[in-house]
């Protein structure tokens, strides 16, 4: 891995933000419009993955190979209407079906279903490829999105997590709003369900606070600190098959494992600038075999580790090729071990397959 800049205060802020600012500012008109076409292209092209990356590279084994990038409705076989999506990506505005500006929260329902986050958007969408629907939404009933950063779904009930509003909002797939949670919360910034329980990660508490699916409160655990248990600025929640809680502790720089009532486990990772240490450790998953894959957005990179913190592999560096990433936030991984990463400031989600064991 190659040097870093100095690890940033909590928040996408300082010197994240004067980067992402930067090489937006950079990006002349061209490219944008170039942008627009490649995405009407992307759907007749990205099927094929000759020439595409895998990790390790060759002559290795690859365990893990790129499939393909999903922008926009087209990427899932929705029909956007192309002169009204061109207009409003030159003129501003974004309609029902606009691509995304910037996704940051992911999930996915028992159907397979894609869910997202777009912060930059103000939005939250439902890729539904059996379907071929890009369902969007902006707002829920009188309220409209400000920061929503995470997103779950327990049967015919959509979650999601605005850091702005400092509230999670439960509404039906028609828009209707269900109930708000906001006890114990202040901050929230991660989601996962589990059976019928729901946990929310709050950055600002340092806690993680479990619900029912019905939005009533069950219990808390966690407090500011560094001590096993305790976090400094939880940002992200999984679960796996078994119940077991996988919490981002951002500023402590590592994912803490808890069993299904919250006890704690196990730490994975540590503060550092090689593989097997984190500098900016975002979103967590695990797949069929329980590998746990863990996000950093300063290395913009994905590392795999077993189930005892072992690191196996990791792949991806800065730039906007395929495998390669800007500020990457996000990840989840169905049960055919897709892998999806929000790649947030290239616009994007990529999509890897796990192919064998590391």
Not at 221 to 240: C, I, K, L, M, S
Not at 316 to 344: C, H, K, M, T, Y
Not at 350 to 357: A, D, P, S
Request: net charge positive; glycine share 10%; charged share 20%.
């Amino acid at each position: 891995m190659r040097n870093r800049q100095p690890i940033p205060t909590p928040g996408d802020s300082g010197q994240i933000r004067a980067r992402a600012t930067a090489r937006s500012a950079a990006r002349p008109l061209a490219l944008k419009l170039s942008a627009v076409l490649a995405l009407f292209l992307a759907h007749s092209t990205l099927g094929s993955k000759a020439g595409f990356p895998a990790w390790p590279p060759p002559p290795d084994e690859p365990y893990i190979t790129y499939v393909r990038s999903i922008s926009g409705p087209a990427d899932v076989g929705a029909k956007p209407a192309t002169l009204s999506r061109l207009a409003s990506w030159v003129i501003g505005g974004l309609p029902d079906s606009a691509g995304l500006v910037k996704p940051f929260g992911l999930a996915l329902d028992e159907a397979g279903n894609l869910l997202v986050t777009d912060t930059g958007a103000g939005a939250v969408c439902c890729l539904d490829p059996s379907r071929k629907k890009w369902l969007r939404w902006e707002s829920i009933g009188k309220t409209r999105f400000q920061i929503p950063v995470a997103i779950a779904r327990s049967g015919q009930t959509f979650f999601v997590a605005d850091s702005g509003l400092g509230k999670v909002i439960a509404f039906s797939e028609k828009g209707k709003l269900l109930f708000e949670v906001t006890r114990e919360l202040e901050r929230p910034s991660g989601l996962a369900t589990h059976a019928d329980r729901l946990f929310i990660a709050d950055a600002q508490r340092h806690q993680i606070v479990v619900f029912d699916t019905r939005g009533v409160y069950q219990s808390k655990f966690g407090q500011r600190g560094g001590a096993p248990g305790e976090f400094n600025y939880p940002t992200h929640v999984a679960t796996d098959a078994s119940g077991r809680v996988y919490v981002t502790d951002s500023l402590n720089y590592r994912v803490q494992v808890f069993d299904a009532a919250g006890k704690f486990e196990r730490v994975i990772g540590s503060a550092g600038d090689g593989p097997g240490h984190f500098s900016r450790p975002k979103g967590v998953a695990t797949d069929q075999s329980g590998h746990v894959y863990i996000v950093d957005a300063l290395f913009d990179n994905v590392q795999i580790f077993d189930g005892a913190g072992r690191l196996l592999l990791n792949w991806g560096e800065a730039g906007s090729d395929p495998g390669q990433f800007w500020l990457p936030n996000a990840i989840v991984i169905n049960r055919q071990n897709e892998i999806f990463v929000a790649d947030s400031y290239n616009h994007r989600i990529q999509v890897f397959q796990y192919t064998g064991k590391p």
